[in-house]
């Protein structure tokens, strides 16, 4: 992993779940990382476990809802560290119901953090790519926009949104920018506690609990998406349980 030491990554929802494991696995080999997230007391934690250990990190607190936010993100990182090699939008929520049960606040949370806060981390990063000549942007996106199924309708949506939009950019870009996607399935992480649908609820974390797998799974294709020689592009990636459907 001699391509990953002393690269600089940015990291949003890095407080818990997929963003912590990917953070804690770059630091190991040798990145330097620069984590966002809204909970300032489990960033703090994390920073220190990072150092601990003898990796480099920083953090600030963000909201990946508010666009100024990802630009001091990667304003950190570029006043820090003096460059930004590669920003992971992985921040993410889900509000699972039926289309006609009009969850519309579910609706808008889900367009605000999964499409607009992705984009808002593109728009951060983009400029500052463009300046080195070189960068490469990493969306989580899941295994729920591969599988259209009832209650999923709008989540899967807003994944979908962000596979078009990066195979736009992926069109669009003359290879100095790289692009990847990683569609996760049933991971263990905190994730379903935020689901208002309390049968959805049971049966996410019914999910997790019986085939879900660690989120380190995630944050080695993370490593080995970011990895690869400058002119090697990982486009999609998909990682689930072997027993999921």
Request: charged share 20%.
């Amino acid at each position: 992993m001699q391509n990953i030491t002393g690269k600089v990554v940015a990291v949003t929802g890095a407080s818990s779940g997929m963003g912590k494991a990917i953070a804690i696995a770059l630091a190991k080999n040798g990145a330097k990382v620069v984590l966002g997230a809204r909970r300032t007391e489990q960033l703090q934690q994390l920073v220190e476990e990072i150092k601990s250990k003898g990796g480099e990190a920083t953090f600030i607190t963000i909201d990946v809802k508010n666009k100024a936010d990802l630009v001091r993100l990667v304003n950190t990182a570029v006043e820090q560290y003096g460059k930004l090699d590669v920003i992971v939008n992985n921040a993410g929520v889900s509000q699972l119901s039926r289309i006609d049960e009009l969850d519309i606040d579910g609706w808008e949370e889900m367009i605000d953090i999964n499409l607009k806060g992705v984009l808002y981390g593109m728009a951060a990063a983009i400029p500052v790519f463009k300046q080195q000549q070189s960068g490469h942007i990493v969306n989580i996106i899941s295994t729920a926009g591969i599988k259209i199924v009832p209650m999923q309708g709008v989540y899967a949506g807003t994944k979908n949104a962000i596979r078009t939009i990066a195979e736009a950019f992926r069109q669009e870009a003359d290879g100095s920018i790289r692009i990847t996607g990683i569609s996760p399935g049933f991971v263990k992480t905190d994730f379903a506690n935020n689901i208002k649908n309390k049968e959805m609820k049971t049966a996410i974390q019914q999910g997790m609990e019986q085939i879900a797998i660690d989120p380190i799974a995630i944050a080695n294709a993370v490593i080995y998406a970011i990895s690869q020689p400058q002119d090697v592009e990982i486009g999609d990636i998909v990682i689930r349980p072997s027993k999921q459907n």
